[in-house]
């Protein structure tokens, strides 16, 4: 099977611009989560989709940040404007089932914002 | 709330010998364990799981931890370690109730010395 897939692989911005992420999770895995590491730091929940509704975002920073997951496939993470702080690795993450159901991890964006 | 502490950021270690990577946790609640490791420009991969039973676990290209409840430690340890290994480990916990949403530690970065 194909594994989650995220797109694209490195994005450098400036300050103030948007960037958008992109996530394919593993097929008929109906959740999604997202994760951040900033550098050199630990990998830090973001937000949990259960098909397409939004089961836990407290991780997300602020409101510069929107994830969508439109009909329960693939999810998108947005950020604008974005910040210097932004700046990380981005990890979406697919399981099927609940508790003790391995996460599926992509290889991850890499953002970088100047 | 839970946490994870990797207190070794970054371990040498030469080809064929014994390795340890440790980790303590703290959680409120009972969780479970795991291990994930990242190979450079890879996704996070699971290398084993502790759920319940016996407190060894063995996982992956000979790896294995011991869940101690008493010290709230999950160490990783491998016998004899191969270049290959070469990698960034994760100790990782969730709660055994709702879905799987995973803590991480800040990482162990694992160079085999040839």
């Known amino acids: 099977e194909a594994g989650v897939t995220q797109f694209p692989s490195h994005s450098v911005i400036e300050k103030g611009q948007t960037v958008t992420l992109r996530c394919d999770p593993i097929s008929g895995h109906d959740n999604l989560y997202w994760y951040r590491r900033v550098m050199g730091k630990e990998i830090k929940f973001l937000l949990h989709?259960?098909?397409?509704?939004?089961?836990?975002e407290s991780g997300m920073p602020n409101n510069r940040f929107l994830a969508e997951r439109t009909g329960g496939t693939y999810s998108t993470l947005k950020v604008q404007p974005a910040e210097l702080e932004d700046s990380g690795v981005y990890f979406c993450?697919?399981?099927?089932?609940?508790?003790?159901?391995?996460?599926?991890f992509g290889n991850g964006t890499r953002l970088t914002v100047t | 709330a839970q946490s994870v502490t990797q207190l070794d950021s970054q371990v040498p270690v030469f080809e064929e010998a014994p390795v340890e990577l440790r980790c303590n946790y703290s959680?409120?609640?009972?969780?479970?364990l795991f291990w994930y490791v990242q190979y450079p420009n890879q996704g996070l991969q699971l290398l084993l799981k502790y759920l319940s039973g016996s407190t060894l676990v063995k996982g992956i290209n000979g790896f294995e931890a011991e869940f101690n409840k008493s010290q709230t430690s999950f160490h990783l340890r491998k016998p004899s370690v191969h270049i290959s290994d070469t990698a960034e480990y994760f100790c990782a916990v969730s709660s055994l109730k709702g879905y799987q949403k995973v803590t991480f530690g800040t990482g162990t970065k694992l160079q085999v010395i040839p």
């Open positions: 959680s409120s609640v009972s969780v479970y």
């Open positions: 993450a697919s399981s099927q089932g609940k508790f003790n159901s391995p996460l599926h």
């Open positions: 989709f259960v098909k397409e509704s939004k089961q836990d």
